[in-house]
Nanobody, 125 residues
Framework: QVQLEETGGGLVPAGGSLRLSCAASGRTPDTRVMAWFRQAPGKEREFIARISWKGGNAYYGDSVKGRSTISRDNAKNTVYLQMNDLRPEDTAVYYC??????????????????WGQGTQVTVSS
């Protein structure tokens, strides 16, 4: 089993920045890829970014491309999501996810085996 815990959410004004953290514990060597998703009320879960533990290649969803950076600290088993120029439409619960098998459909939530509980991000206008 792998446990994921997100921190760093909160209330931020439009144009502001936040850094989310996701700490992984348990059978972390089983994980290959880490990702961030978000879900706003009444909407489907949306892919934000993805990074592999080994190679570090990062991929981003269109809604955050150019405004967000995903990074990792292998020594701490922690993945980060730096978000800049936040907009009210970025308001959502942000989830960390882990994939144990390098799934090719990484933009889809079904590709991930473990999920955190989520952290709320609210951007005020």
């Amino acid at each position: 089993q792998v446990q994921l815990e997100e921190t760093g959410g909160g209330l931020v004004p439009a144009g502001g920045s936040l850094r989310l953290s996701c700490a992984a514990s348990g059978r972390t060597p089983d994980t290959r890829v880490m990702a961030w998703f978000r879900q706003a009320p009444g909407k489907e879960r949306e892919f934000i970014a993805r990074i592999s533990w080994k190679g570090g290649n990062a991929y981003y969803g269109d809604s955050v491309k150019g405004r967000s950076t995903i990074s990792r600290d292998n020594a701490k088993n922690t993945v980060y999501l730096q978000m800049n120029d936040l907009r009210p439409e970025d308001t959502a619960v942000y989830y960390c996810a882990a994939d144990t098998s390098y799934s090719t459909n990484y933009e889809h939530s079904e590709a991930y085996d473990y999920w955190g509980q989520g952290t709320q991000v609210t951007v005020s206008s």
